[in-house]
DNA sequence: GTGAAGGGCCAC
DNA sequence: AAACGTGGCCCTTCAC
Protein backbone atom coordinates (compact mmCIF):
# COMPACT_ATOMS: atom_id res chain seq x y z
CA UNK A 1 0.00 0.00 0.00
CA UNK A 2 1.83 3.00 -0.80
CA UNK A 3 0.99 6.22 1.17
CA UNK A 4 0.78 9.86 0.50
CA UNK A 5 2.24 11.35 3.78
CA UNK A 6 3.37 14.83 5.37
CA UNK A 7 5.91 15.28 7.79
CA UNK A 8 5.29 18.02 10.81
CA UNK A 9 7.14 19.83 12.32
CA UNK A 10 6.45 23.22 13.08
CA UNK A 11 3.07 24.60 14.21
CA UNK A 12 1.91 26.62 10.87
CA UNK A 13 1.89 23.53 8.88
CA UNK A 14 0.29 21.99 11.98
CA UNK A 15 -2.87 24.17 12.06
CA UNK A 16 -3.00 24.29 8.37
CA UNK A 17 -3.08 20.25 8.35
CA UNK A 18 -5.36 19.62 11.64
CA UNK A 19 -8.18 22.38 9.72
CA UNK A 20 -7.63 20.15 6.46
CA UNK A 21 -8.60 17.15 8.35
CA UNK A 22 -11.07 18.51 10.71
CA UNK A 23 -14.18 18.35 8.33
CA UNK A 24 -13.52 14.54 7.88
CA UNK A 25 -16.13 12.34 9.55
CA UNK A 26 -13.59 9.54 10.56
CA UNK A 27 -9.27 9.65 11.23
CA UNK A 28 -7.36 7.00 11.07
CA UNK A 29 -5.41 7.82 14.79
CA UNK A 30 -1.64 6.41 15.82
CA UNK A 31 0.78 7.30 18.13
CA UNK A 32 4.54 6.43 18.14
CA UNK A 33 6.02 6.17 21.83
CA UNK A 34 9.51 5.47 22.96
CA UNK A 35 8.13 3.22 25.68
CA UNK A 36 4.96 0.92 26.85
CA UNK A 37 4.15 3.12 30.00
CA UNK A 38 3.40 6.77 29.38
CA UNK A 39 4.85 7.65 32.46
CA UNK A 40 8.07 5.95 31.76
CA UNK A 41 8.89 7.21 27.81
CA UNK A 42 8.25 9.92 25.46
CA UNK A 43 4.86 10.56 22.63
CA UNK A 44 6.81 10.73 19.75
CA UNK A 45 5.13 10.85 16.64
CA UNK A 46 1.42 11.48 16.44
CA UNK A 47 -0.50 10.28 12.98
CA UNK A 48 -3.95 11.18 11.48
CA UNK A 49 -4.91 10.06 8.13
CA UNK A 50 -8.39 10.43 6.12
CA UNK A 51 -7.00 7.27 4.21
CA UNK A 52 -5.62 9.31 1.37
CA UNK A 53 -3.51 12.19 3.04
CA UNK A 54 -1.70 11.05 6.46
CA UNK A 55 0.09 13.52 8.83
CA UNK A 56 2.80 12.42 10.77
CA UNK A 57 3.38 14.79 14.00
CA UNK A 58 6.90 14.82 15.42
CA UNK A 59 6.40 16.20 18.68
CA UNK A 60 10.04 16.31 19.11
CA UNK A 61 10.24 19.44 17.56
CA UNK A 62 7.52 20.60 20.02
CA UNK A 63 9.44 20.35 22.87
CA UNK A 64 11.22 23.82 22.37
CA UNK A 65 8.04 25.99 23.12
CA UNK A 66 8.13 23.88 26.56
CA UNK A 67 6.09 21.35 28.32
CA UNK A 68 4.07 19.77 25.74
CA UNK A 69 0.57 19.53 28.24
CA UNK A 70 1.04 23.48 27.87
CA UNK A 71 2.10 24.15 24.40
CA UNK A 72 -0.33 26.60 22.63
CA UNK A 73 1.03 25.73 19.27
CA UNK A 74 -0.37 22.01 19.54
CA UNK A 75 -3.63 23.20 20.71
CA UNK A 76 -5.04 22.80 16.53
CA UNK A 77 -4.11 18.89 17.41
CA UNK A 78 -5.51 18.60 21.12
CA UNK A 79 -9.09 19.82 19.54
CA UNK A 80 -9.09 17.89 17.02
CA UNK A 81 -8.50 14.81 18.79
CA UNK A 82 -10.57 16.05 21.68
CA UNK A 83 -13.62 16.67 19.52
CA UNK A 84 -16.64 13.81 18.59
CA UNK A 85 -16.30 14.48 14.92
CA UNK A 86 -13.95 13.66 13.61
CA UNK A 87 -14.13 9.92 14.91
CA UNK A 88 -10.58 8.56 15.53
CA UNK A 89 -9.94 5.32 14.28
CA UNK A 90 -7.05 3.79 16.99
CA UNK A 91 -6.36 -0.04 17.47
CA UNK A 92 -6.25 -0.55 20.79
CA UNK A 93 -7.20 3.13 21.45
CA UNK A 94 -6.63 3.24 25.24
CA UNK A 95 -2.75 2.71 24.50
CA UNK A 96 -2.93 5.63 22.26
CA UNK A 97 -5.32 7.75 24.84
CA UNK A 98 -3.28 7.29 27.23
CA UNK A 99 -0.40 8.93 25.74
CA UNK A 100 -2.06 11.85 23.97
CA UNK A 101 -3.65 12.14 27.89
CA UNK A 102 -0.69 11.72 30.08
CA UNK A 103 1.03 14.00 27.43
CA UNK A 104 -0.62 16.37 25.69
CA UNK A 105 -3.31 16.84 28.52
CA UNK A 106 -6.49 15.92 26.40
CA UNK A 107 -9.33 13.57 26.32
CA UNK A 108 -9.72 11.93 23.38
CA UNK A 109 -13.12 12.31 22.03
CA UNK A 110 -15.06 10.49 19.61
CA UNK A 111 -13.07 6.58 18.77
CA UNK A 112 -13.78 3.80 16.90
CA UNK A 113 -11.64 1.31 18.11
CA UNK A 114 -10.58 -1.55 15.57
CA UNK A 115 -9.26 -4.39 18.49
CA UNK A 116 -12.27 -3.74 20.06
CA UNK A 117 -14.42 -4.25 16.68
CA UNK A 118 -13.08 -7.52 16.19
CA UNK A 119 -13.02 -8.79 19.99
CA UNK A 120 -17.23 -7.51 19.80
CA UNK A 121 -17.11 -9.63 16.37
CA UNK A 122 -15.38 -13.05 17.45
CA UNK A 123 -17.82 -12.87 20.23
CA UNK A 124 -15.62 -14.70 22.33
CA UNK A 125 -14.19 -17.01 20.32
CA UNK A 126 -10.99 -17.72 22.12
CA UNK A 127 -8.68 -18.65 18.85
CA UNK A 128 -9.41 -15.54 17.10
CA UNK A 129 -6.52 -13.55 17.99
CA UNK A 130 -6.76 -9.38 18.04
CA UNK A 131 -3.70 -7.77 17.14
CA UNK A 132 -3.82 -4.96 14.50
CA UNK A 133 -1.79 -7.75 12.16
CA UNK A 134 -3.82 -10.36 12.87
CA UNK A 135 -7.05 -8.41 12.74
CA UNK A 136 -6.25 -6.31 8.98
CA UNK A 137 -5.21 -9.81 7.54
CA UNK A 138 -8.29 -10.91 8.51
CA UNK A 139 -10.71 -8.33 7.30
CA UNK A 140 -8.93 -6.86 4.75
CA UNK A 141 -6.43 -9.38 3.76
CA UNK A 142 -3.49 -6.98 3.92
CA UNK A 143 -0.44 -7.78 5.61
CA UNK A 144 0.98 -5.41 7.95
CA UNK A 145 4.76 -4.63 8.73
CA UNK A 146 5.16 -4.44 12.19
CA UNK A 147 9.24 -4.32 11.82
CA UNK A 148 9.73 -0.74 13.05
CA UNK A 149 7.66 -1.05 16.24
CA UNK A 150 10.12 -1.09 18.44
CA UNK A 151 12.53 0.94 16.73
CA UNK A 152 14.29 3.70 18.20
CA UNK A 153 11.98 6.92 18.23
CA UNK A 154 13.72 9.00 20.14
CA UNK A 155 16.32 9.71 17.46
CA UNK A 156 16.79 13.19 16.98
CA UNK A 157 15.94 12.39 12.75
CA UNK A 158 14.07 9.47 12.02
CA UNK A 159 14.70 7.39 9.11
CA UNK A 160 11.96 7.42 6.16
CA UNK A 161 11.07 3.97 6.89
CA UNK A 162 10.07 4.57 10.09
CA UNK A 163 8.18 7.71 9.16
CA UNK A 164 6.54 5.66 6.44
CA UNK A 165 6.09 2.70 9.08
CA UNK A 166 3.97 5.09 11.23
CA UNK A 167 1.76 6.97 8.55
CA UNK A 168 0.86 3.52 6.91
CA UNK A 169 -0.57 2.49 10.35
CA UNK A 170 -2.89 5.30 10.49
CA UNK A 171 -3.65 5.13 7.18
CA UNK A 172 -4.87 1.57 7.06
CA UNK A 173 -7.00 2.19 10.12
CA UNK A 174 -9.65 3.75 7.48
CA UNK A 175 -10.34 0.80 4.92
CA UNK A 176 -10.51 -1.55 7.86
CA UNK A 177 -12.75 0.66 10.09
CA UNK A 178 -14.95 0.20 6.79
CA UNK A 179 -14.74 -3.46 7.20
CA UNK A 180 -15.49 -3.78 10.38
CA UNK A 181 -18.61 -1.25 10.73
CA UNK A 182 -20.28 -3.27 8.08
CA UNK A 183 -19.55 -6.77 10.27
CA UNK A 184 -20.72 -5.10 13.03
CA UNK A 185 -24.09 -3.81 11.62
CA UNK A 186 -24.52 -6.90 9.70
CA UNK A 187 -24.16 -9.21 12.88
CA UNK A 188 -26.22 -6.90 14.97
CA UNK A 189 -23.10 -5.25 17.12
CA UNK A 190 -23.88 -0.96 16.95
CA UNK A 191 -25.06 -0.77 19.73
CA UNK A 192 -22.64 -2.89 22.07
CA UNK A 193 -19.80 -0.89 19.94
CA UNK A 194 -20.89 2.11 20.41
CA UNK A 195 -20.67 1.33 24.46
CA UNK A 196 -17.39 0.11 24.08
CA UNK A 197 -16.16 2.70 22.25
CA UNK A 198 -17.38 5.37 24.25
CA UNK A 199 -15.66 3.99 27.31
CA UNK A 200 -12.16 3.88 25.97
CA UNK A 201 -11.13 7.16 26.82
CA UNK A 202 -12.63 6.62 30.49
CA UNK A 203 -10.78 3.82 30.87
CA UNK A 204 -7.54 5.24 29.92
CA UNK A 205 -7.68 8.20 32.02
CA UNK A 206 -8.88 5.49 34.97
CA UNK A 207 -5.52 3.98 34.51
CA UNK A 208 -3.36 7.22 33.57
CA UNK A 209 -5.08 8.04 37.33
CA UNK A 210 -4.52 4.84 39.30
CA UNK A 211 -5.56 4.25 42.61
CA UNK A 212 -3.80 5.65 45.74
CA UNK A 213 -3.05 2.95 48.26
CA UNK A 214 -1.69 3.75 52.02
CA UNK A 215 1.56 1.74 51.97
CA UNK A 216 2.53 2.46 55.44
CA UNK A 217 -1.19 1.72 56.36
CA UNK A 218 -0.50 -1.96 54.28
CA UNK A 219 2.46 -2.98 55.87
CA UNK A 220 1.13 -2.64 59.20
CA UNK A 221 -2.29 -4.05 58.42
CA UNK A 222 0.23 -7.26 56.50
CA UNK A 223 2.18 -8.06 59.61
CA UNK A 224 -1.11 -8.18 61.47
CA UNK A 225 -2.80 -10.46 59.08
CA UNK A 226 0.84 -12.52 59.14
CA UNK A 227 0.54 -13.27 62.83
CA UNK A 228 -2.91 -14.45 61.96
CA UNK A 229 -1.79 -16.94 59.41
CA UNK A 230 1.45 -18.42 61.53
CA UNK A 231 -1.35 -19.16 64.35
CA UNK A 232 -3.61 -20.69 61.97
CA UNK A 233 -0.98 -22.85 60.54
CA UNK A 234 0.44 -23.84 63.88
CA UNK A 235 -3.06 -24.77 64.57
CA UNK A 236 -3.87 -27.03 61.45
CA UNK A 237 -0.22 -28.36 61.66
CA UNK A 238 -1.03 -29.69 64.68
CA UNK A 239 -4.78 -31.19 63.78
CA UNK A 240 -3.14 -32.38 60.78
CA UNK A 241 -0.11 -34.70 62.39
CA UNK A 242 -2.49 -35.83 65.26
CA UNK A 243 -3.07 -38.78 62.38
CA UNK A 244 0.77 -39.08 61.45
CA UNK A 245 2.19 -41.44 64.37
CA UNK A 246 5.72 -40.64 63.00
CA UNK A 247 5.34 -36.75 63.12
CA UNK A 248 5.77 -37.16 66.85
CA UNK A 249 8.33 -39.88 66.27
CA UNK A 250 10.55 -37.47 64.32
CA UNK A 251 9.66 -34.72 65.67
CA UNK A 252 9.79 -32.52 62.35
CA UNK A 253 7.23 -34.20 60.04
CA UNK A 254 6.14 -31.32 58.85
CA UNK A 255 3.43 -31.08 56.26
CA UNK A 256 3.64 -28.51 53.71
CA UNK A 257 0.02 -26.97 53.86
CA UNK A 258 0.08 -25.16 50.64
CA UNK A 259 0.75 -29.10 49.30
CA UNK A 260 -2.65 -30.41 47.54
CA UNK A 261 -1.85 -34.25 47.59
CA UNK A 262 0.37 -33.77 50.92
CA UNK A 263 -2.53 -32.23 52.78
CA UNK A 264 -5.19 -34.91 51.61
CA UNK A 265 -3.00 -37.53 52.61
CA UNK A 266 -2.87 -36.00 56.20
CA UNK A 267 -6.88 -35.52 55.93
CA UNK A 268 -7.09 -39.49 54.89
CA UNK A 269 -5.09 -40.56 57.79
CA UNK A 270 -7.73 -39.05 60.37
CA UNK A 271 -10.45 -40.21 58.80
CA UNK A 272 -12.01 -37.50 56.91
CA UNK A 273 -14.32 -38.62 54.06
CA UNK A 274 -12.76 -36.48 51.53
CA UNK A 275 -14.19 -36.15 47.78
CA UNK A 276 -12.68 -36.10 44.72
CA UNK A 277 -11.40 -32.65 45.38
CA UNK A 278 -10.89 -30.47 48.17
CA UNK A 279 -12.25 -27.15 46.65
CA UNK A 280 -13.99 -24.84 49.43
CA UNK A 281 -17.57 -25.74 48.47
CA UNK A 282 -17.07 -29.22 48.36
CA UNK A 283 -15.48 -29.30 51.77
CA UNK A 284 -17.60 -26.94 53.48
CA UNK A 285 -20.54 -29.63 54.59
CA UNK A 286 -17.40 -31.75 55.93
CA UNK A 287 -16.89 -28.55 58.43
CA UNK A 288 -19.44 -29.31 60.91
CA UNK A 289 -18.57 -33.01 61.41
CA UNK A 290 -14.33 -31.95 61.04
CA UNK A 291 -13.11 -29.20 62.40
CA UNK A 292 -9.57 -29.64 60.58
CA UNK A 293 -11.53 -29.07 57.75
CA UNK A 294 -12.93 -25.96 58.84
CA UNK A 295 -9.13 -24.93 59.74
CA UNK A 296 -7.56 -25.57 56.55
CA UNK A 297 -10.37 -23.45 54.38
CA UNK A 298 -9.38 -20.64 56.96
CA UNK A 299 -6.07 -21.37 56.62
CA UNK A 300 -6.01 -21.12 52.51
CA UNK A 301 -8.39 -17.98 52.89
CA UNK A 302 -5.80 -16.49 54.74
CA UNK A 303 -2.94 -17.67 53.13
CA UNK A 304 -4.61 -16.48 49.50
CA UNK A 305 -5.01 -12.91 50.75
CA UNK A 306 -1.42 -12.77 52.13
CA UNK A 307 0.39 -14.27 49.04
CA UNK A 308 -2.08 -12.34 46.53
CA UNK A 309 -2.20 -9.03 47.78
CA UNK A 310 1.34 -9.36 50.29
CA UNK A 311 3.98 -7.40 49.87
CA UNK A 312 3.72 -8.39 46.02
CA UNK A 313 1.37 -5.40 45.77
CA UNK A 314 3.33 -2.53 47.03
CA UNK A 315 5.32 -3.29 43.66
CA UNK A 316 2.72 -2.52 41.80
CA UNK A 317 2.89 0.99 43.15
CA UNK A 318 4.18 3.92 40.77
CA UNK A 319 7.08 5.55 42.44
CA UNK A 320 6.22 9.04 40.81
CA UNK A 321 2.48 8.38 41.51
CA UNK A 322 2.30 7.04 44.31
CA UNK A 323 -0.69 5.19 43.37
CA UNK A 324 -1.40 1.90 41.56
CA UNK A 325 -2.09 1.93 37.86
CA UNK A 326 -3.40 -1.62 36.97
CA UNK A 327 -4.25 -3.07 33.37
CA UNK A 328 -8.00 -2.99 32.44
CA UNK A 329 -9.26 -4.97 29.45
CA UNK A 330 -12.39 -3.43 28.36
CA UNK A 331 -13.31 -7.04 26.86
CA UNK A 332 -11.76 -9.02 29.43
CA UNK A 333 -14.86 -11.51 29.46
CA UNK A 334 -17.06 -12.65 26.49
CA UNK A 335 -20.11 -11.77 28.65
CA UNK A 336 -18.63 -8.57 28.27
CA UNK A 337 -17.35 -7.97 31.55
CA UNK A 338 -14.60 -5.51 32.41
CA UNK A 339 -11.16 -8.08 33.73
CA UNK A 340 -8.16 -6.44 35.85
CA UNK A 341 -4.49 -7.24 36.09
CA UNK A 342 -1.60 -6.07 37.67
CA UNK A 343 -2.71 -6.02 40.08
CA UNK A 344 -6.22 -7.23 39.88
CA UNK A 345 -8.38 -4.39 41.60
CA UNK A 346 -11.47 -6.42 41.07
CA UNK A 347 -10.48 -8.96 43.91
CA UNK A 348 -8.98 -7.24 46.29
CA UNK A 349 -10.09 -9.23 49.91
CA UNK A 350 -13.37 -7.58 51.76
CA UNK A 351 -11.62 -7.41 54.61
CA UNK A 352 -11.05 -4.62 56.63
CA UNK A 353 -7.52 -5.23 56.93
CA UNK A 354 -7.17 -4.66 53.39
CA UNK A 355 -9.59 -2.48 52.18
CA UNK A 356 -9.10 0.54 54.54
CA UNK A 357 -5.74 0.98 53.43
CA UNK A 358 -7.05 1.90 49.91
CA UNK A 359 -8.27 5.56 49.83
CA UNK A 360 -7.89 8.95 48.96
CA UNK A 361 -5.07 11.46 49.51
CA UNK A 362 -4.86 14.14 51.96
CA UNK A 363 -7.71 16.34 50.81
CA UNK A 364 -9.41 14.12 48.83
CA UNK A 365 -12.66 12.05 49.74
CA UNK A 366 -13.34 8.74 47.88
CA UNK A 367 -17.05 8.39 46.71
CA UNK A 368 -17.98 4.73 46.45
CA UNK A 369 -21.04 3.66 44.40
CA UNK A 370 -22.79 0.21 43.34
CA UNK A 371 -25.96 -1.18 41.85
CA UNK A 372 -28.33 -2.89 44.44
CA UNK A 373 -28.67 -6.64 43.15
CA UNK A 374 -28.48 -5.34 39.12
CA UNK A 375 -28.22 -8.61 38.07
CA UNK A 376 -31.50 -9.40 39.56
CA UNK A 377 -33.63 -6.82 38.38
CA UNK A 378 -32.08 -7.11 35.27
CA UNK A 379 -33.48 -10.67 35.19
CA UNK A 380 -36.78 -9.12 36.35
CA UNK A 381 -36.60 -6.75 33.15
CA UNK A 382 -35.80 -9.73 30.70
CA UNK A 383 -38.56 -11.97 32.21
CA UNK A 384 -41.27 -9.38 33.25
CA UNK A 385 -42.08 -11.20 36.27
CA UNK A 386 -44.66 -9.54 37.94
CA UNK A 387 -44.35 -10.89 41.56
CA UNK A 388 -40.47 -10.61 40.76
CA UNK A 389 -40.89 -7.14 39.97
CA UNK A 390 -43.16 -6.46 42.70
CA UNK A 391 -40.36 -7.64 45.29
CA UNK A 392 -38.35 -4.76 44.24
CA UNK A 393 -41.35 -2.44 43.76
CA UNK A 394 -41.98 -2.75 47.54
CA UNK A 395 -38.54 -0.89 48.51
CA UNK A 396 -38.55 -3.35 50.96
CA UNK A 397 -35.50 -5.98 51.51
CA UNK A 398 -35.43 -8.04 48.43
CA UNK A 399 -34.30 -11.67 49.85
CA UNK A 400 -36.93 -11.12 52.88
CA UNK A 401 -39.85 -9.89 50.39
CA UNK A 402 -38.88 -13.21 47.76
CA UNK A 403 -38.75 -15.36 50.88
CA UNK A 404 -42.27 -14.22 51.61
CA UNK A 405 -43.39 -14.69 48.39
CA UNK A 406 -41.71 -18.44 48.38
CA UNK A 407 -42.67 -19.91 51.55
CA UNK A 408 -45.74 -18.49 51.42
CA UNK A 409 -45.22 -16.45 54.76
CA UNK A 410 -45.93 -12.28 55.59
CA UNK A 411 -42.69 -10.24 54.95
CA UNK A 412 -42.50 -9.68 59.04
CA UNK A 413 -43.09 -13.63 59.53
CA UNK A 414 -39.52 -14.21 57.50
CA UNK A 415 -37.04 -15.98 59.85
CA UNK A 416 -33.75 -15.11 59.35
CA UNK A 417 -32.81 -18.98 57.74
CA UNK A 418 -35.15 -18.38 55.53
CA UNK A 419 -34.02 -15.31 54.41
CA UNK A 420 -30.73 -16.40 53.78
CA UNK A 421 -32.09 -19.06 51.82
CA UNK A 422 -33.74 -17.38 49.70
CA UNK A 423 -30.34 -15.13 48.76
CA UNK A 424 -28.73 -17.94 48.27
CA UNK A 425 -31.49 -18.85 45.18
CA UNK A 426 -31.65 -15.68 44.09
CA UNK A 427 -28.53 -15.31 43.29
CA UNK A 428 -28.03 -19.40 41.81
CA UNK A 429 -31.02 -18.55 39.69
CA UNK A 430 -28.88 -16.00 37.42
CA UNK A 431 -26.03 -18.69 37.57
CA UNK A 432 -29.00 -21.68 36.31
CA UNK A 433 -28.02 -23.34 39.61
CA UNK A 434 -29.59 -27.02 39.55
CA UNK A 435 -30.79 -28.74 42.56
CA UNK A 436 -27.48 -31.07 43.24
CA UNK A 437 -25.82 -27.56 44.34
CA UNK A 438 -28.33 -26.01 46.04
CA UNK A 439 -28.47 -29.02 48.10
CA UNK A 440 -24.42 -28.83 48.59
CA UNK A 441 -24.34 -24.41 49.79
CA UNK A 442 -27.88 -25.27 51.79
CA UNK A 443 -26.92 -28.03 53.70
CA UNK A 444 -30.77 -29.45 52.47
CA UNK A 445 -30.62 -32.63 50.95
CA UNK A 446 -31.12 -33.22 47.05
CA UNK A 447 -35.01 -34.24 47.05
CA UNK A 448 -35.24 -31.00 49.69
CA UNK A 449 -33.66 -28.64 47.53
CA UNK A 450 -35.51 -29.84 44.16
CA UNK A 451 -38.63 -29.49 46.15
CA UNK A 452 -37.68 -25.59 46.95
CA UNK A 453 -36.50 -24.71 43.60
CA UNK A 454 -40.07 -26.06 42.04
CA UNK A 455 -41.57 -24.38 44.53
CA UNK A 456 -39.38 -20.71 43.78
CA UNK A 457 -40.26 -21.55 40.05
CA UNK A 458 -44.20 -21.78 40.67
CA UNK A 459 -44.20 -18.40 42.19
CA UNK A 460 -42.14 -16.52 40.08
CA UNK A 461 -43.46 -18.62 36.32
CA UNK A 462 -42.68 -15.97 34.04
CA UNK A 463 -38.90 -16.45 35.74
CA UNK A 464 -39.11 -19.73 35.07
CA UNK A 465 -40.34 -19.26 31.70
CA UNK A 466 -37.58 -16.74 30.16
CA UNK A 467 -34.16 -18.74 32.31
CA UNK A 468 -35.92 -21.99 30.08
CA UNK A 469 -36.53 -19.89 26.94
CA UNK A 470 -32.85 -18.55 27.64
CA UNK A 471 -31.41 -21.83 27.28
CA UNK A 472 -32.90 -23.30 24.91
CA UNK A 473 -32.32 -20.60 22.90
CA UNK A 474 -28.81 -20.81 23.72
CA UNK A 475 -28.55 -24.50 22.36
CA UNK A 476 -30.52 -23.70 18.88
CA UNK A 477 -28.89 -20.25 18.04
CA UNK A 478 -25.24 -21.27 19.44
CA UNK A 479 -25.31 -17.93 20.72
CA UNK A 480 -26.81 -15.54 23.11
CA UNK A 481 -27.20 -11.87 23.26
CA UNK A 482 -27.06 -8.67 25.94
CA UNK A 483 -29.16 -5.78 25.81
CA UNK A 484 -26.86 -3.92 23.71
CA UNK A 485 -26.95 -6.46 21.09
CA UNK A 486 -23.85 -7.87 22.75
CA UNK A 487 -22.70 -11.52 21.31
CA UNK A 488 -21.34 -14.59 22.83
CA UNK A 489 -21.11 -17.79 20.47
CA UNK A 490 -21.37 -21.18 22.35
CA UNK A 491 -19.17 -24.40 20.40
CA UNK A 492 -20.42 -27.74 22.03
CA UNK A 493 -21.33 -30.96 20.84
CA UNK A 494 -24.83 -32.06 20.75
CA UNK A 495 -23.59 -35.30 21.53
CA UNK A 496 -22.55 -34.49 24.76
CA UNK A 497 -24.90 -33.76 27.53
CA UNK A 498 -22.50 -31.56 30.00
CA UNK A 499 -21.58 -29.51 26.63
CA UNK A 500 -25.23 -28.74 25.95
CA UNK A 501 -25.92 -28.57 29.79
CA UNK A 502 -23.12 -26.10 30.37
CA UNK A 503 -24.54 -24.15 26.87
CA UNK A 504 -28.37 -23.93 28.58
CA UNK A 505 -26.32 -22.19 32.02
CA UNK A 506 -24.36 -19.92 29.86
CA UNK A 507 -27.19 -19.13 27.54
CA UNK A 508 -28.79 -17.97 30.83
CA UNK A 509 -26.44 -16.11 32.68
CA UNK A 510 -24.89 -14.57 29.45
CA UNK A 511 -27.06 -11.91 29.02
CA UNK A 512 -27.75 -11.43 32.48
CA UNK A 513 -24.06 -10.67 33.26
CA UNK A 514 -23.39 -8.80 30.07
CA UNK A 515 -26.23 -6.83 30.41
CA UNK A 516 -25.02 -6.02 33.86
CA UNK A 517 -21.38 -4.85 32.22
CA UNK A 518 -23.40 -2.98 29.32
CA UNK A 519 -24.66 -0.66 31.86
CA UNK A 520 -21.90 -0.23 33.76
CA UNK A 521 -19.72 0.90 30.81
CA UNK A 522 -22.82 3.37 29.79
CA UNK A 523 -22.23 4.79 33.47
CA UNK A 524 -18.46 5.48 32.68
CA UNK A 525 -19.10 6.92 29.53
CA UNK A 526 -22.12 9.46 30.82
CA UNK A 527 -19.92 9.75 34.49
CA UNK A 528 -16.82 10.57 32.45
CA UNK A 529 -18.68 13.56 30.90
CA UNK A 530 -20.57 14.27 33.77
CA UNK A 531 -17.44 15.19 36.04
CA UNK A 532 -15.01 16.46 33.51
CA UNK A 533 -13.96 20.02 34.62
CA UNK A 534 -14.00 19.09 38.41
CA UNK A 535 -11.56 17.44 40.90
CA UNK A 536 -13.73 14.12 40.48
CA UNK A 537 -11.11 11.30 38.75
CA UNK A 538 -12.32 7.18 38.08
CA UNK A 539 -10.55 4.97 40.07
CA UNK A 540 -11.51 1.74 39.97
CA UNK A 541 -14.67 0.01 38.76
CA UNK A 542 -15.54 -3.88 40.23
CA UNK A 543 -18.46 -4.88 38.11
CA UNK A 544 -21.24 -3.24 39.82
CA UNK A 545 -19.41 -0.68 41.53
CA UNK A 546 -17.61 2.64 40.67
CA UNK A 547 -15.00 4.18 42.77
CA UNK A 548 -14.13 7.97 42.42
CA UNK A 549 -11.50 10.42 43.95
CA UNK A 550 -12.14 13.59 44.55
CA UNK A 551 -11.91 16.86 46.53
CA UNK A 552 -13.52 16.93 49.92
CA UNK A 553 -15.31 20.42 49.23
CA UNK A 554 -16.53 18.07 45.91
CA UNK A 555 -17.84 15.15 47.34
CA UNK A 556 -21.29 16.08 47.58
CA UNK A 557 -21.92 17.01 44.05
CA UNK A 558 -19.82 14.18 42.82
CA UNK A 559 -21.83 11.83 44.87
CA UNK A 560 -25.00 13.21 43.34
CA UNK A 561 -23.36 12.69 39.55
CA UNK A 562 -21.95 9.32 40.22
CA UNK A 563 -25.45 8.44 41.55
CA UNK A 564 -27.09 9.83 38.37
CA UNK A 565 -25.00 8.82 35.97
CA UNK A 566 -25.33 5.14 36.97
CA UNK A 567 -29.11 5.29 37.36
CA UNK A 568 -29.32 7.05 33.66
CA UNK A 569 -26.95 4.20 32.53
CA UNK A 570 -28.89 1.35 33.75
CA UNK A 571 -32.70 2.51 33.22
CA UNK A 572 -31.62 2.90 29.23
CA UNK A 573 -31.97 -0.91 29.23
CA UNK A 574 -33.89 -1.34 32.75
CA UNK A 575 -37.20 0.26 32.09
CA UNK A 576 -39.76 -2.08 34.00
CA UNK A 577 -37.71 -2.40 37.19
CA UNK A 578 -36.79 0.39 39.90
CA UNK A 579 -32.92 0.90 39.81
CA UNK A 580 -31.04 1.48 42.65
CA UNK A 581 -27.55 3.03 43.63
CA UNK A 582 -25.79 3.09 46.76
CA UNK A 583 -23.38 5.91 47.04
CA UNK A 584 -21.09 6.03 50.01
CA UNK A 585 -18.41 9.39 50.66
CA UNK A 586 -15.77 7.88 52.40
CA UNK A 587 -12.25 8.83 52.97
CA UNK A 588 -11.17 4.97 52.07
CA UNK A 589 -12.40 1.87 50.38
CA UNK A 590 -14.31 0.28 53.32
CA UNK A 591 -18.50 0.50 52.68
C1' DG B 1 15.98 -23.09 35.81
C1' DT B 2 11.56 -22.61 33.04
C1' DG B 3 6.92 -23.34 31.70
C1' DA B 4 2.53 -25.53 31.61
C1' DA B 5 -1.11 -27.89 33.98
C1' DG B 6 -3.81 -28.85 37.98
C1' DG B 7 -5.94 -27.34 42.01
C1' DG B 8 -7.35 -23.65 44.76
C1' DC B 9 -9.46 -19.04 46.45
C1' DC B 10 -10.29 -14.02 45.90
C1' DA B 11 -13.72 -10.64 43.67
C1' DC B 12 -18.48 -9.81 41.39
C1' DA C 1 -18.49 -37.91 34.58
C1' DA C 2 -21.01 -33.97 35.89
C1' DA C 3 -20.97 -29.40 36.27
C1' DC C 4 -24.30 -22.42 39.09
C1' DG C 5 -21.60 -17.86 35.57
C1' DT C 6 -17.16 -14.43 34.70
C1' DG C 7 -12.24 -13.37 35.63
C1' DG C 8 -6.70 -13.19 37.89
C1' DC C 9 -3.08 -14.96 40.71
C1' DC C 10 -1.08 -18.14 43.76
C1' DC C 11 1.16 -22.73 44.91
C1' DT C 12 2.78 -27.40 43.84
C1' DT C 13 3.93 -30.76 40.67
C1' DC C 14 6.03 -32.52 36.73
C1' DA C 15 8.24 -32.53 32.24
C1' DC C 16 12.02 -30.77 29.82
Same mark, same amino acid.
Given at each position: ????????????????????????????????????????????????????????????????????????????????????????????????????????????????????????????????????????????????????????????????????????????????????????????????????????????????????????????????????????????????????????????????????????????????????????????????????????????????????????????????????????????????????????????????????????????????????????????????????????????????????????????????????????????????????????????? $?? &? +? !????? *??? %??????? =??????????????????????????????????????????????????????????????????????????????????????? $?? &? +? !????? *??? %??????? =?????????????????????
Amino acid at each position: MEVYFQLIEDAEKLREACADLSGEKYLGFDTETSELDPFDGILRLVQLSNGRNTIVVDLLKFHRFGNLSACRELEPLRKLLAAERPVKIAHNAKFDAKWVGHHLGVDVGGTFDTMIASQLIAAGDQDRRHSLADVASFFLGTEVDKSEQISDWTAETLSDSQIEYAAKDAAIMVPLREKLAERLQSDGLEGAAKIEFDCVTPVARMELNGFFIDQQCWREQLSIVKKEQESIAFELQEMLSAGVAQASLFGSAQINLDSQSQVADALRNLGVPIPETTRGWQMQPLVKDYPVVGKLLEYRGVAKSLTSFGENILEFVDERTGRIHADFRQIGAPTGRFSCSKPNLQQIPHGTEYRKCFRAEDGNTLVIADYSQIELRILAEFSRDERFIEAFRSGADFHASAAAQVFGVKPSEVTPEQRTFAKRLNFGVVYGIGAQRLALITGFS $ER &E +A !ENVLR *KYF %ATYRGLD =EWLRDAGSRAVETRSARTASGRMARFRFDEEQKAQVSSTRRNGKNMPIQGTSADILKRALAILHKSISGTSAMLVNIVHDEIVVECA $EA &E +A !ESTAQ *KLK %ASMIAAA =EEFVKHVPVDVDVNISNDWRH
